[in-house]
């Protein structure tokens, strides 16, 4: 059996093809892997490092775009030298919640992908949230000469060893609308700029009280702004449930406290509002099974990413995000740096949008 120079971790938050992506490439600007030297074939890269043909392919690809790799039928997947391609900088994407999201790993394909395209060498570490092993992986991607960085989360932690090497940052965040004084420029998602139009949305449709299934620290509380509007509003919290992955555990902990609540015979409320989807996705199975119709019991709107959004017989009405466009904007935001312009701060958006769960008057 081939072996490979180095290896992957099925624990790590990365993913696995920014894992072997991240590996070949070391081997080839290290020089493990010659010019003019060839590659195990993807079947024989994926057996070696116990990873899916898939991963190897992607990790092949993505090293094509580069440059590095030359992969020809008949005759395999061939070093190229690495001075072939003179490539327009050198950008590190830095996150701090990893490839275990949904919506962070789409995102951060996308800003690759359109970087990659645009002849932007980008390489990925996913930092965590221990601050220690944090900074030794900061620290270690620092060692490489690095263009410009681009930090998915509060870059505090971050800033010293960022001004220490004179690496300047873009500061992208999902969760608040703040500004790092030291980012180069801002790039934010604006949650609490929907709010308006789920609130209006809610009045539109009659409703007076609203139950919230939310775990007991949510990113995105509608609470305070329906209650503003004179609608009641009751939270439903629930758990992660321990013992799962981690969409099913939330899906579980969600389907649970929902099933438990409906076996006290509530009085339901005008609208229940899911602010997670993978929690809609249980909630929803729980009120399927106790036979609850959907507008016409209740109505519902649950947040969403576009394109891993809940599955369910109608068309949710939901707030929903959109990763790939999220991904795509920011690397503009890089390549307008890289190009010597000046950002302003930048605001992105999720949409609002009317499916068939909720019913206006």
């Known amino acids: 059996m081939h072996s490979m120079p180095f290896e992957v971790s099925k624990q790590s938050r990365t993913s696995l093809t920014d894992q072997v992506t991240d590996g070949l490439r070391r081997a080839v600007i290290t020089g493990q892997y010659k010019v003019g030297a060839k590659l195990p074939n993807l079947e024989e890269m994926a057996v070696a490092l116990k990873v899916s043909e898939i991963v190897t392919r992607h990790a092949v690809q993505r090293l094509t775009r580069e440059g590095l790799l030359n992969p020809r039928p008949r005759t395999g997947i061939t070093v190229c030298s690495t001075k072939l ?38 390489s990925t570490v ?32 971050l800033e010293p060893i960022l001004a220490e090497r004179e690496v300047a940052f873009i500061e992208f965040n999902q969760i608040e609308s703040r500004c790092s004084r030291h980012a180069v420029q801002s790039v934010a998602v604006r ?27 949510p990113s995105f509380d509608v609470g305070p702004t329906l209650r503003n509007a004179g609608l009641i509003v009751d939270d439903l919290l629930f758990n992660d449930l321990p013992g799962y992955g981690s969409p099913e555990r939330v899906e579980r902990g969600a389907l649970e406290a929902v099933e438990r609540w409906l076996a006290t015979g509530p009085t339901l409320p005008d609208l229940i509002w899911f602010g997670d989807d993978f929690a809609a996705r249980g909630a929803l199975l729980a009120m399927a099974s106790r036979g609850l119709r959907i507008p016409e019991d209740v109505q519902v709107i649950s947040w969403a990413n576009k394109g891993l959004g809940p599955v369910f017989s109608k068309p949710l009405t939901r707030v929903e995000m959109d990763p790939i466009a999220h991904g795509e904007a920011l690397a503009q935001c890089v390549l307008d740096r890289l190009g010597g312009l000046h950002g302003k701060p930048v605001e992105l958006v999720p949409a609002f949008i009317e499916g068939a769960t909720t019913r206006k008057r």
């Open 126 to 157: 996913e930092l965590g949230v221990e601050p220690t092993m944090a900074l030794a992986k900061a620290r270690a991607a620092l060692t490489h000469a690095v263009s410009l960085a681009v930090i998915d989360g509060n870059p505090s932690l």
């Open 191 to 217: 949650r609490d700029a929907v709010l308006l139009a789920l609130r209006d949305h809610c009045l539109a449709c009659g409703v007076r009280r609203v139950l919230q299934v939310t775990d007991p620290k």
């Open 85 to 122: 391609k003179t490539w327009r900088g050198h950008v590190l994407y830095m996150s701090i919640a990893g490839a275990r999201m949904y919506y962070q790993s789409m995102l951060s394909a996308a800003l690759v992908d359109r970087l990659h395209a645009a002849n932007v060498l980008v």
